[in-house]
């Protein structure tokens, strides 16, 4: 008799694999030939295949059945002694499997055969013709049976075999590949731990295909720990089961404890997993491979998924928990677990971090340069050196790389801008001006101010910086809320209020969480435009309606409390803020209408220099004559530009005068259009 190997895997070359596949070839060729006897006939191409065609691929000569039969089972015996007693003639990765999950010789036979439609598709053939389906190309427990009948093991025993405690499918091996069909007919696979792990060339590789990462501890690459996290640290290298808050910034710092602790940790996201049972099959197979690297566990994302998938997924975990150094999660569980929080990272210990990468990567810092990064670019330690690698001595270019290093998704109602404006662009009174330039100031030395000096415990409302920027339309509020943050180096998150606030109750309150979270993690301004459609008085409650807008409002007092960044709030109407978020603003800037002197500054910026202004165009006498504000001025100087393009000349006096009659227009400003002379702008 002639057999053949399959083509190996890369995990495991083709000397490996040989006694596997030899002892699969006859298991499956003994079967395959009880089913060849006179009227037996022979397949149909196309449609189907005999059982003699499927040993002929199998390698099998075409001797008789009698003769190939009896050296079969001679050989079966052989081969399936070496597979049981040696398990050294294994492939090295199902060995590993083998010797690290305990797997009984009836578990292992049952764990190869379930395996064989990986590993070459002509197993997967053989098993549709014994199964006289070739559709069904995964072994059911009836077939099974059959195929370890030398050992004189039935499907009831197989059956009570893969459903005990502790089996091949409670330990994440094998799964059931059709769950309608009837128990001991189901067919069977392997699980994709098992798969990835057979063929990958290092655990590495196996946990990236499932989705997941494994991360090895490096201490020296990892920024000190306090004394607290030090001892906490020792404590993790006895096994525990733990539950995380605190988000991202959460996580990172468990991964570092974790590093501290000398403890590797296999790290997957259910939230990057398509819904349903993927994401159970997900957990099942990051807690096989935590077993095999000899790891701890991170499952996040517990939060996302169903009543029905998270009972699941838990009491996967809490089984796999029995056999790994730990296990965590970013959301606890009713009656297991230890809840950890992860302290806030102060701006000093940022500090420290950003000073130990530059120290790491020879970029020379000064101390101002450590407290804008530590302010305002508040990442992981693990994605600081890219970011100085990227930007160098440059701050500015270590912030974007540092955003484009850790980039984070916007919720929906929030758009970025990247601020376009600087001091000299915006005209304001010089003490309204020194008011605006105090704000990043309060952002940037607040480490110092109220950590170092102690000032953090005089704050009753927190310790993030919150502003109103209060006035009509058009006086530069969003202007200069861009100013404040192009100075800190940040981006600004405009949060678009008609997408945020909702009529279900609960879910304005979701939405507002996700952009707080989002302006944390990115340390960029988060700017509330006409912010007393949600920041406004709470009402006398008389009905449901009141009463959950209540709700929205006392909510936001708590987040605002607890928020550690720069919010800016503008409304048109001071008044219609609630007091009690007043008093929680540090800053209040007035913008009022410019005067004539201010309007004809703001006339004069509003054309670049390389706009091509006529000579005899003078704006003077529009500046004086028209009480608008800078917004209107702007627009009106950008409707004239467009005039001239298309004339294909200079901005001339007409342009500007038609331009602004279009504007006066529009914002209801009938009577002043109407006394607009004609010669309004021509230089006298």
């Known amino acids: 008799m002639q057999t053949i190997s399959p083509t190996a895997p890369h995990g495991a070359d083709a000397v490996a694999l040989a006694p596997l596949t030899e002892w699969l070839n006859l298991s499956l060729g003994r079967c395959l030939l009880r089913r060849i006897g006179p009227g037996v006939p022979a397949g149909v191409p196309g449609w189907s295949v005999a059982p003699s065609e499927a040993l002929h691929l199998l390698g099998f000569g075409a001797g008789g059945a009698g003769t190939e039969a009896a050296g079969v089972r001679q050989r079966l015996s052989a081969a399936d002694e070496a597979l049981a007693e040696s398990r050294t003639t294994l492939p090295r990765p199902l060995a590993r499997l083998a010797e690290q999950f305990s797997l009984t010789g009836l578990e292992l036979r049952l764990l190869c055969l379930v395996l064989a439609p990986e590993l070459d598709g002509r197993y997967g053939l053989a098993v549709g013709v014994l199964q006289d389906d070739l559709t069904r190309r995964r072994p059911g427990l009836t077939l099974l049976a059959e195929l370890m009948s030398h050992t004189e093991v039935s499907a009831w025993d197989l059956r009570r075999t893969v459903h005990a405690a502790g089996s091949v499918a409670s330990a994440g091996l094998v799964r059931v590949a059709e769950p309608d069909a009837p128990p001991v007919d189901a067919g069977y696979a392997p699980t994709g731990s098992v798969v990835a792990h057979l063929v990958a060339a290092s655990i590495e590789q196996a946990v990236a295909a499932t989705g997941a990462v494994l991360c090895r501890p490096r201490p020296a690459d990892e920024p000190p720990l306090s004394a607290a996290e030090t001892e906490l640290a ?46 159970v099959a997900a957990a099942a197979d990051w807690a096989v491979l935590s077993r095999l690297a000899g790891s701890g566990l991170l499952v996040l994302g517990l939060d996302g998924l169903g009543a029905v998938e998270r009972r699941q997924v838990t009491e996967g975990l809490v089984r796999a928990a029995r056999h790994l150094r730990l296990v965590a999660t970013d959301a606890a569980w009713p009656g297991s677990g230890v809840l950890l929080r992860a302290p806030a990272v102060t701006v000093a210990q940022r500090a420290a971090w950003w000073s130990s990468a530059a120290a790491r990567t020879g970029v020379a810092l000064t101390d101002e340069d450590i407290r804008r990064l530590a302010a305002t670019a508040p990442i992981e330690p693990e994605h600081m050196t890219r970011s100085l690698a990227a930007g160098g001595a440059d701050v500015a270019l270590v912030q974007q790389a540092a955003r484009d290093v850790a980039p984070v998704a916007l919720p929906p109602g929030v758009r970025r801008i990247v601020p376009a404006y600087g001091w000299d662009d915006i005209v304001l009174a010089e003490s309204r001006k020194d008011l605006l330039r105090a704000i990043p100031l309060h952002v940037l030395h607040a480490g110092r101010v109220l950590q170092e000096w102690g000032f953090a415990g005089r704050m009753p409302y927190g310790q993030g910086v919150a502003a109103l920027f209060s006035g009509p339309s058009g006086t530069g509020k969003t202007m200069a809320a861009q100013i404040v943050a192009g100075d800190l180096g940040v981006e600004l998150l405009q949060v678009d209020l008609s997408k945020t606030v909702s009529k279900y109750i609960g879910e304005t309150e979701k939405n507002l969480e996700r952009t707080f ?15 007393d459609a949600i920041f406004g008085k709470r009402t006398e409650i008389k009905d449901a309606h009141d009463r959950h807008a209540n709700v929205e409002v006392a909510y936001l007092l708590q987040r605002m409390e607890s928020f550690r960044g720069l919010a800016v709030l503008t409304t048109n109407v001071k008044q219609n803020i609630d007091d009690a978020f007043v008093r929680r603003l540090r800053f209040v800037v ?43 001025i702007q627009n009106i100087a950008l409707h004239a530009a467009f005039l001239a393009a298309a004339e294909g000349g200079r901005i001339e006096a007409g342009h500007v005068l038609t331009a602004a009659r279009r504007e006066l227009t529009k914002i209801g400003m009938l009577a002043a259009e109407r006394g607009l002379a004609d010669d309004e702008l021509v230089a006298s």
Do not use: K, N, Y
Not at 245 to 269: C, K, N
Not at 517 to 526: F, K, T
């Open 517 to 531: 979270e989002a302006a944390e993690r990115s340390g960029a301004v988060l700017l509330f435009d006409e912010a």
């Open 234 to 279: 020792g404590r993790l290298r006895r096994p525990a089961m733990l539950h995380l808050t605190g988000g991202d910034s959460g996580q990172g710092w468990f991964r570092r404890l974790a590093s501290a602790s000398g403890v590797p940790l296999v790290i997957g996201d259910l939230e990057q997993v398509d819904a349903g049972p993927a994401r």
């Open 590 to 632: 007035t913008f009022a209408l410019p005067d004539a002197a201010e309007r004809e500054r703001i006339w004069r910026r509003a054309f670049p220099a390389g706009a091509p202004l006529a000579a005899d165009a003078t704006i003077a006498g529009l500046a004086a004559r028209l009480q608008i504000p800078g917004g209107s």
